[in-house]
C-alpha cells in the first residue's frame, strides 16, 4: 500500500527566504507525482507536475524534483512571499491503472513579512 | 475556461438524513475522481469515473455511500443515513486522461459537509 509523507508539517520562514519541502512515498512504482497548494476553507490548486520519467519541472519561482528509485520529491520555492502562505500537498498515482492519488498530509507554510 | 465546480459549497444535515453533491468537471475531462478530506489530513480518494462507469470505487468506506455519472459529465455523490463521522470536505477532481501529463488531476473548491 502506498504511503506518502511529507517533512515538515509545517514551516515558517521570514519573506525572501529559499525554502524546500520534502515528500517521500514508499512504492516507486508510480506513473507520476503532483504537488498542489491549499489556501484555508479552499480546494486544490495544481502546482507541478512531474512524470515518473523526468527528473524535475519548473513553474516561475517553483522547481520540483523527483527522485522515483529513491521515492521522494522536493519542492522548492525560491525568494518567498507572504502570498505564498498555505499548506503545500504532494500526491502521487501509482502504475498498472490505478488513477488515484494518494496525498500527504501536507506541510504548512508561513512566510512572514 | 470554466474549472471543476461543486454545489452546494456547504451542507448541514442532521444524523440519519441523505444528502447529495453535486461536481461539474472541466468540459471535455473524461475522468472524474472523488475524494473526501478530514480536517488536518490529506484527500483520500473515494471513487473513479471514466465516462459513465465508476473504474475504481475502492474507496468507498461503505455502502451507505454511492456516486453516478450518468452522462459522463456531471457526478453525483450520495450519502445514506449520514453520519457525524461523515463530517469532512468532499473534493471532487477531473483529468483529461490523455497521458503523460494529461493526467493531471484540476480540483473543484470542494464541498464541506457537517452532519449534526
Known amino acids: 500500500k502506498q504511503e506518502v509523507t511529507q517533512i515538515p508539517a509545517a514551516l515558517s520562514v521570514p519573506e525572501g527566504e529559499n525554502l524546500v519541502l520534502n515528500c517521500s512515498f514508499t512504492d516507486s512504482a508510480i506513473y507520476n507525482l503532483q504537488w498542489f497548494r491549499q489556501d484555508p476553507g479552499k480546494g486544490l490548486t495544481s502546482l507541478l507536475l512531474?512524470?515518473?520519467?523526468?527528473r524535475e519541472q519548473t513553474s516561475g519561482r517553483l522547481n520540483a524534483s523527483l527522485d522515483k528509485s529513491s521515492g521522494r520529491s522536493t519542492l522548492y520555492i525560491a525568494a518567498s512571499q507572504p502570498g505564498d502562505s498555505a499548506t503545500y500537498l504532494c500526491a502521487v498515482e501509482g502504475q498498472g491503472g490505478s488513477e488515484k492519488l494518494v496525498f500527504g498530509k501536507g506541510t504548512k507554510l508561513t512566510v512572514n513579512p | 475556461g470554466a474549472g471543476v465546480s461543486q454545489t452546494p459549497s456547504n451542507k448541514v444535515t442532521e444524523k440519519g438524513k441523505y444528502v447529495e453533491l453535486r461536481c461539474d468537471p472541466i468540459s471535455g475531462h473524461t475522468a472524474l475522481y472523488w475524494y473526501r478530506q478530514s480536517l488536518g489530513q490529506g484527500p483520500e480518494f473515494l471513487i473513479y469515473?471514466?465516462?459513465?462507469?465508476?473504474?475504481?470505487d475502492s474507496g468507498l468506506p461503505n455502502d451507505r455511500f454511492f456516486a453516478v455519472r450518468p452522462e459522463g459529465s456531471v457526478s453525483t455523490l450520495k450519502i445514506q443515513r449520514t453520519e457525524r463521522g461523515d463530517s469532512a470536505v468532499y473534493l471532487c477532481?477531473?483529468?483529461?486522461?490523455?497521458?503523460?501529463?494529461?493526467?493531471?488531476?484540476?480540483f473543484g473548491p470542494g464541498t464541506r459537509l457537517t452532519v449534526l
Open positions: 477532481a477531473s483529468s483529461s486522461r490523455s497521458g503523460g501529463a494529461g493526467n493531471e488531476q484540476f
Open positions: 469515473f471514466q465516462g459513465t462507469g465508476a473504474a475504481d
Open positions: 512531474i512524470q515518473s520519467s523526468q
